[in-house]
Structure formats: C-alpha cells, structure tokens
C-alpha cells in the first residue's frame, strides 16, 4: 500500500512539476495568426524564472532567458508577406503555433458600432455567404472590464468564413476584405471593440492626470465607486423587476427600463477597457487602428476636444511602435432629421472635436459618414460606407495608392457685401451637389448671432457662395450643424463635405 501510495504521489509530483515549467504564449499567439510585415516582431510568453526559451520562426532561432517573474520576449527581424509558417518556442516543453500568415494587421476598436456584426449588416446574406477567403484573419478580445493591468485574455485567431465571419465587426471585415483584395497579401483584424464605451475607459487611469481639465474625472469616478456594492446592485435590479413588470402590464409603451450594470467592472469606468482589452495586446505588431466611437461622449462634447487625441496619443505611447496611422468615423446622422443648421447640439460638437483631432494627431484620419447614417437607429445598417472610406486613407497614405481620401473641408471665408464667399479644401476635382443643383444644408448669421436657413451656390471648383435675405451683414456661416442635418454637398469622388462652423470656439 505504502509503495502504491508513494509511486502514485511521484507521478502527481512529477506532472505538477511538468505543469509548473510550461512554457506558455498569450492568446493573441496561436494558429492561424497573422505577423505584421517589415517590422521589428516582439513575441512573449511566460516560463519558469530563469528557463531558457528558444523561439524558431521563418529561418530566424533566437534565444531568450525568462527573468525573475518567469517573462520572456524576443524580437523577429523584419519580413515579408508570406506563409504559412509555422513558430516553434521550445523551453522544457514544446509549443507549436501552425499557419502563421505574414502581412498586414490593424486593431478594429470603438464601441457597437465597431462591434457591429456583419450579420446584422446591409446585404448580410450575400456578405456572409461569400466571406471564402484564407487570406483573412480574425482575432476577437472579449470585454473584460477592470483595473487591473492584464496581460492575457480568452481567444484565439480564426481564418476567415461564412462561420466566422458572421459576428465579426462589419466596419473592420469590410475594410479588412478591401486591403486584401487591393494589397494582396495577408491581413489580420484584431476586434477589439465594446458597446457603449466611453473613450474614458480606454485610456490608463494616469492619462487623465496630465490635463487639470481631465483630472476631475478620476475623482468623480472614485466617489461613485465607494457608495457602490453588491448590496446597492442588488437593490438596483430588484427595482428594476418591478419597473419592467409595471412596464409589461401597461401594455409595453414606450422604452423598456434599463437593467442596471455593475459600474465597478462596466464600460464606462475610467481605464477599465485599456486594463482588460488593450494591455494584453500591447506591443503586437500592428499597421494601425481603425476606431469608431464617440457616441457615449455626446453629453461630454467639449471635453471630448482633450479625451480623444489624448486617447490616441497615449494608446500610441503604451504600444511602443511609433505614431502608426489611427483613422476614426466621424458620427454619423441620427435622431430627426432637419433642414439646417441653426441650433447648438452634442453630436455636431463631436464631430467638430473628431475634425479637430486631425490637427492635433499625425498620421490620423477621419472617414465622414454624415450621408449614411439612420434617422431612427443609432447604429447604420450600411456598415460598407465606412469601411470604404476608411479604406481610402489606409490605401492612399500607407500603401501608395493614389486616390482621393480625404473629406472637402472648409478653409476660410470672405464677405463680399451681404453674402460669405466660403473655401474649401481636399475637393478632388471639384465640389458637387446631389440630388438637385444647388447647396443644402446651410445657415447663416449675422452680429446678432442668430442663425438663419441660408442659400447657396457653387462658384468654381472649391468655393461656395451663401446668404439669406433676412441677414445684411453676416459674420458666421454653419454647414450640417445638426444631429441629422440635410446636406448634398460632395467632392465629385463622393466623399461628403465634413460638418463645419466658422464661429467655432
């Protein structure tokens, strides 16, 4: 009994200690990944304190020590598209990571209308049915929120299918699809994308303490968090069953109460999103992001000025791979839908910070989707706009492609007696109307401040000409200044004239 007892004690023993010097990847390693092409390639994973760890990979052997927390990384030198391959990291066991792509990867990120699948997109049928392509790979980070810094999460990369396909992001599935069909090589697509984020959860609790502005948040967040417990969420969704029974029995009118979430581990909170979805991708060799986000910080629009190129700039330092390109969807149109622009409103605000941000950040980008979007739906079945203009940018400025990529913006504005002469910038070959002659969606001021529906005319190919009877003297001129504006101007390429506002602050 003693010796069965011991041999089998010595087996466990034995097994516990293979266990225990596992050399180990992260879940952005495995099958079917793609390797960004000519760059530096640092691979990481986690052994015993000390093990030696050899990683092979595409004619390359190097060698690392894992230090004293068991952490080791090594950095492939640069290469060309290809594959597949296979990565070997060898310790005192053996991993073997198969069908190894190199080519092309961007992080797909934002919150649902990024997250947005390709099933609940326009044409999902044909999209999904035709998604065949090897040469397309996904990688989806499930929402974790906290705030504490991870380094792992569960998931691995898929090669691209009607089966995979399905409920990945429409936005970055459709871009993804377009660079390979133009480039020709691999792509891989990270989505990294979470409903209703705030860009304050994407961003490390430190960020916020380098801008007096932005500091405040911390400790509002703080005191919110203390009052909070399992004790209050739990009273919280015990009301919330008798609001929605209440709901029910009056026959279901208007909206459904909203079931409440835990605040401690939401999308919301401060740092919560970069802690669990961005820390343990940090570092992956990427091309650059694609983001669509900014509906959650309607209510903070001039804040939202500071939130989002900090955001940028500071995800780009925490990734340690330079000022690589960052190209964003501006909102698009929602709620009712009106004539002019003559009223101050929270999306229009944010569309002015994310046109801003364009002077604050190099190498960003800003896809204008003001002619897509839902008057009734904040989310725009039509996901392939977008993607095609954020393709614009990705192609035009990091593949040499030539082509238009950039929205008509406006440049300046004379007087000229009662009407503003307007110019504009990155008009392609010319300003355009659709649908019908002339401009829509004008207004016009005069000393008083008070904004009026305006006409307009195009003269030449870059300037617009606007005026209202009812100003004599105009000072400041608005174009599409609304959550759901009616404007037609275009660049003859059909790209939209970005949303703009002479007055601006």
């Not at 008798?242 to 279901?252: L, T």
């Not at 835990?262 to 919301?268: A, E, P």
């Not at 190498?363 to 008057?375: H, K, L, R, S």
């Not at 504009?424 to 355009?432: A, C, Q, W």
Request: with cysteine; net charge negative.
């Amino acid at each position: 009994m003693f010796r069965n007892t011991l041999a089998c004690f010595i087996v466990a023993f034995a097994f516990w200690a293979q266990l225990s010097a596992e050399v180990k990847l992260p879940s952005v390693f495995t099958d079917h990944m793609v390797l960004q092409r000519n760059v530096e390639l640092p691979i990481w994973g986690s052994a015993d304190p000390g093990e030696k760890v050899r990683v092979k990979f595409n004619g390359q052997s190097l060698r690392v020590k894992a230090d004293e927390n068991g952490k080791w990384q090594v950095e492939l030198q640069p290469m060309e598209a290809g594959g597949p391959f296979e990565l070997l990291v060898m310790g005192k066991n053996k991993l073997t990571v198969r069908d190894v792509l190199i080519g092309e990867v961007w992080v797909c990120s934002g919150q649902s209308n990024m997250e947005w699948p390709v099933a609940a997109s326009d044409n999902a049928e044909v999209e999904i049915a035709s998604a065949n392509n090897s040469m397309i790979r996904f990688l989806t980070v499930p929402k974790n929120g906290t705030q504490v810094r991870q380094d792992d999460f569960e998931g691995a990369w898929e090669v691209c299918s009607p089966d995979s396909v399905r409920e990945f992001s429409a936005v970055g599935y459709f871009f993804g699809r377009r660079l390979q069909q133009t480039l020709g090589v691999p792509i891989g697509l990270i989505d990294n994308a979470w409903g209703g984020s705030a860009a304050e959860a994407w961003m490390p609790r430190y960020a916020f303490e380098s801008d007096p502005e932005l500091a405040g948040i911390l400790p509002d967040w703080d005191k919110r968090i203390a009052a909070f417990s399992d004790e209050v969420l739990e009273k919280q969704l015990q009301d919330y069953e008798v609001q929605r029974a209440k709901w029910i029995e009056d026959g279901r009118k208007g909206r459904s109460p909203r079931k409440p979430h835990d605040i401690r581990i939401n999308q919301h909170r401060p740092a919560n999103i970069f802690n669990g979805g961005v820390a343990p991708i940090l570092g992956y060799g990427i091309k650059g992001v694609i983001w669509y986000q900014g509906e959650t910080n309607a209510g903070r629009a001039r804040q939202y000025h500071k939130t989002f190129p900090l955001m940028i700039s500071t995800m780009r330092d925490e990734w340690g791979q330079g000022d690589f390109p960052f190209y964003w969807v501006q909102l698009a149109d929602f709620k009712d839908e009106t004539d002019s622009a003559v009223e101050e409103n929270s999306w229009a605000e944010v569309r002015e910070a994310q046109t801003a941000t364009m002077k604050y950040i190099p190498n960003g980008g800003q896809a204008v989707i003001i002619d897509v979007g839902e008057g009734r739906d904040i989310h725009p079945r039509n996901k392939q706009v977008p993607a095609e203009r954020l393709a614009r940018w990705a192609l035009a400025n990091q593949y040499e492609i030539e082509m238009e990529y950039r929205s008509p913006e406006y440049s300046s504005m004379e007087i000229e007696g009662n009407k503003a002469v307007l110019s504009f910038d990155y008009v392609g070959e010319r300003l355009y109307c659709f649908d019908v002659p002339s401009p829509k969606g004008f207004a016009i001021a005069g000393e008083n401040g008070v904004f009026v529906h305006a006409e307009a005319r195009l003269e030449g190919k870059d300037r617009i000409v606007v005026w209202s009877d009812k100003v004599d003297a105009p000072v400041a001129v608005r174009y599409g200044w609304a959550n759901n504006p009616r404007v037609n101007v275009f660049s003859r390429e059909g790209l939209p004239l970005t949303p703009f506002r002479t007055d601006s602050p």
